[in-house]
Structure formats: C-alpha cells, structure tokens
C-alpha cells in the first residue's frame, strides 16, 4: 500500500541550512509536494516537483528527488525562526483521482 | 485567489451528536478532499470526492459519511460522534488531475467530542 515516511523533529540554528526528508512506497506517484503548517493554521503549499524531475529551486528551497530511491528531501539555506513549522511531504496517487497520502510531518525548530 | 473556506473552526459537541462540517470552494475544482489531523499521524484521508454525487473512501472512513451535492461543496458527517473523533478536520480542493496540480486546503476546524 501508500506510505509515506518523515522523521518527527528536527532542530537547527538559525542562518543554518535545514534538511527534511521523506521516502514514499508508491512509484506511481506523479507529483509530490512539500507543505507547510504553522500554529493553529492549515497547510500552506511551498512546492512540489513532478516525478521525472531531479531537482527543483525556487529561492532559499531545494527539493531533491532521488526516485529509484523514492527518496525526497527538502533543504531550506538560511533557516530563519519564521521558518518554525510543521513541514509535510506529500505524494499524489493520480491513478486514484488525485488522492494525496501525506507523512506524518517533521517539526522544524529553529533556534537562535 | 483560491479560497476554500470551511464554516466552523471551532466545535464543540456530546457523545452521540450528528455533526456536519461544511466545506466550500469557489475555484470549479471537481477533487475535494476531508483529512483529519492527529499529532504523530500526520494527515489521514477520510474521504474524498471527483466530481459531483462521486465519492471515495480514504484510509480512516469508519464512522464518517460524505456528501457532495453541489460541486463547490463538500460536506463531512460524523453520524454520531464519539471522543476518538476529536481531532482537527482539513478540507482540501484541486483542479481535475488533467488540468493541475496545486491542492489548496481550508484552516482546519478543530472538533472536540465531550
């Protein structure tokens, strides 16, 4: 079946850089997503990559896609506090109508 | 901007009560999505929904039921609610699978069952 693996906590110093990882089991997946979640909020998309891509970058995110692997990571460069959150990846099922199977999140916290 | 809105975000019902929450976009996205939210779980899939009347069930749909009468609108139902269902509800909407990809969620509504 899906899953979809996080570790639960990872701790930095603020102006380090900060990676999360994640590994999935569906090699069907066709996008998969990094969200963001801070206190009391909803989730709030940061990027996604699409499966045949290695690697993406929008500014101080680099997300890496190691697919033979299904291994994908998230590296925030100069972590700020704001970037203190709850960060999940999720993968999309599209031959399931767009079903999304998410990890269990890993809490960022960034100390100064 | 994309906005899916849902009614209530903050619950608080009895053992045995029949509880609806109310989910609404406003973007014509045919998927829509209710996950519940638990600390350690992440998000786990209740339902979810591609097109209007259609209806899937997720990974955790024991004790819930769905209706999507209207396309914008996805509703959540806990036919009688019990205190494992207190949790942090989400409600998500995307664009059919051929024409995006970018899934947008609601705050949340936090139910608690007493």
């Known amino acids: 079946g899906e899953d979809v693996e996080q570790s639960l906590f990872l701790s930095v110093r603020e102006g380090d850089s900060s990676v999360i990882n994640c590994t999935y089991t569906?090699?069907?997946?066709?996008?998969l997503y990094w969200y963001k979640q801070e206190p009391g909020a909803g989730l709030q998309l940061l990027t996604y990559i699409f499966s045949n891509m290695d690697m993406k970058q929008d500014q101080r995110l680099t997300v890496l896609l190691n697919k033979k692997d299904k291994h994908l990571s998230l590296r925030i460069a100069d972590t700020q506090t704001g970037d203190s959150a709850i960060y999940f990846c999720a993968e999309s099922i599209d031959n399931q109508g767009g079903k999304l199977i998410f990890g269990q999140g890993t809490e960022l916290s960034v100390k100064p | 901007d994309v906005k899916v809105t849902q009614s209530s975000r903050y619950l608080v019902k009895r053992t045995g009560e029949k509880v609806f929450l109310e989910c609404v976009q406003d973007?014509?996205?045919?998927?829509m999505f209710w996950y519940r939210q638990d600390p350690g779980l992440g998000l786990r899939l209740i339902y979810f929904s591609y097109d209007v009347k259609m209806k899937e069930k997720g990974d955790i749909p024991e004790g819930y039921s769905v209706s999507r009468e209207k396309k914008e609108r996805f509703s959540l139902i806990l036919e009688s609610a019990s205190t494992n269902q207190t949790s942090m509800y989400l409600c998500?909407?995307?664009?059919?699978?051929?024409?995006?990809?970018?899934?947008?969620f609601g705050e949340g509504s936090w139910l608690t069952v007493v």
């Open positions: 998500a909407s995307r664009p059919g699978t051929a024409k995006g990809n970018t899934i947008y």
């Open positions: 973007m014509d996205h045919e998927n």
């Open positions: 569906d090699s069907s997946s066709t996008y």
